[in-house]
């Protein structure tokens, strides 16, 4: 049994958002109890108990779209120096090639790389979207094998696409399936599959046709790029004469378990299929403005009802990051200076947990009895009073994920102090550097 406390408790729950001088008591891989410190060590005299002197504790951060595969992006130049001025120059010059010439050891420690930084921003679930083009057999299972290794609960899927050709997709296909069945044997409750898709204008009728009779009986939904870019629409209109959402509706691919990521050219028609099919939505506002796919109508999927959530699709692993740019972002493209308070912390706090939720057998992403004990503490001096009403406020101006000290997941500390336990992290950092640099060297030859 373990004890968290002498910290500000932030739970994410109604019945005490908020607890001065708060602790958490965890017993195996689960929440049993929260209230004030001194309470809790009266009622748990055995317990082991971490002070944390007054730092913040919360639940721990979730991230609902990423990319692993991104990774070793991170610094690389390209020797023909390709200026992309669009998004399908962006995915020409840049990411299909970097998927193309990725192995599974570029896999393993892109994977390493990003749920370690992950860990350290304090985020505790990935849901990730992979891609290795001409290494896809297997690659789901590397990155599970690293998540494993490192204690961190995940979900994973494999990008189909028709792109490269038809063995490829079909190889895809099988990934996602292999990874699924293993997925849904596991009785760990850590890792989770899905149902990878690319996107609508790289997935022909045929291969959606196949992935949606290969789902019969699985138990679980997809996850695909929906709309992200103008492109993505005209496509789907010239060749199908159907809007994006449209199309994935009549092939069977929304759903409760699904998530349609970005819905940014999207009408309100396509709003409402969404909403009827319960179907996920979730919001990348680093990556759109980077990409300048342009501005998902956050508020209006909200104010329909639209499950949405955050998350950050390959561009950083830090939620509290991803919270004041979504923030920012609306306010900017509305030019209303009101817009996005609520909503972006609805996002991150509120939908991200009923979002994972949805595949985790107990709840995650607050602090209430039964909760799985996924816990984080926050280096956070506040200079102004906290209270229950302005927890976001401080939360958006105050925090960052590398304030993050101490990470635990599923009852375990898996970062404490700032020191990975599970990991040798410098180790694995020097092993990535001379991987990635081999990998820098492939791309551009």
């Not at 970005?262 to 709003?271: G, K, L, P, R, Y």
């Not at 609805?346 to 995650?364: A, G, T």
Request: glycine share 6%.
């Amino acid at each position: 049994m373990h004890l968290i406390g002498n910290g500000i408790l932030i739970t994410r729950n109604t019945v005490k958002p908020l607890i001065v001088d708060g602790a958490v008591v965890i017993e195996a891989d689960t929440i049993i109890d929260y209230g004030k410190t001194s309470k809790m060590r009266e009622k748990y005299k055995d317990a082991r108990f971490t002070d944390v002197k007054n730092k913040l504790i919360m639940p721990g951060l979730l991230n609902t779209h990423m990319h692993i595969y991104s990774a070793f992006a991170r610094g690389m130049i390209l020797a023909d120096g390709k200026i992309s001025k669009n998004f399908p120059q962006v995915l020409e010059n840049l990411w299909w090639r970097l998927d193309k010439t990725l192995n599974l050891e570029d896999v393993k420690y892109s994977a390493y790389a990003t749920y370690i930084d992950s860990i350290k921003n304090g985020v505790t679930t990935v849901f990730d979207h992979h891609a290795s083009q001409n290494d896809i057999e297997s690659s789901l299972f590397t990155i599970k094998d690293v998540a494993t290794d490192l204690g961190i609960r995940t979900s994973l899927c494999y990008e189909v696409t028709d792109r490269d050709g038809k063995e490829a997709a079909k190889t895809g296909i099988k990934e996602n399936i292999d990874f699924i069945k293993y997925a849904n044997k596991d009785k760990t409750d850590m890792v989770k599959g899905m149902f990878g898709l690319h996107a609508s204008f790289t997935v022909s009728d045929e291969t959606l046709e196949t992935c949606a009779s290969q789902m019969a009986g699985l138990d679980a939904g997809f996850h695909v790029h929906t709309a992200e870019g103008i492109d993505d629409l005209h496509d789907s209109l010239k060749k199908y004469n159907k809007r994006v959402v449209n199309r994935f509706h009549d092939m069977g691919i929304l759903g409760a378990k699904s998530i349609a990521v970005h819905c940014i050219h999207i009408n309100d028609a396509e709003m409402e299929i969404l909403k009827e099919t319960g179907t996920i939505v979730v919001h990348n506002p680093e990556s759109n403005m980077g990409n300048a796919v342009g501005c998902a109508d956050v508020l209006k999927l909200l104010e329909k009802g639209i499950l949405l959530g955050l998350g950050t699709d390959g561009y950083a692993t830090d939620m509290l990051e991803s919270y004041k740019v979504a923030n920012m972002l609306h306010k900017h493209n509305l030019c209303d200076p009101s817009a996005a308070w609520m909503e972006s912390a609805q996002m991150l706090f509120d939908n991200n947990p009923k979002i994972v939720n949805r595949y985790f057998k107990k709840p995650l992403g607050l602090i209430e009895n039964g909760a799985y004990a996924d816990v984080i503490v926050v280096d956070y001096d506040s200079l102004t009073p906290i209270n229950e009403k302005n927890i976001n406020g401080h939360l958006l101006f105050g925090t960052m994920g590398r304030q993050v000290v101490s990470t635990m997941i599923n009852g375990r500390f898996i970062m404490k102090d700032r020191e990975l336990i599970t990991v040798d992290e410098k180790e694995i950092f020097a092993k990535s550097r001379q991987v990635s640099q081999k990998f820098w060297s492939r791309i551009n030859s």
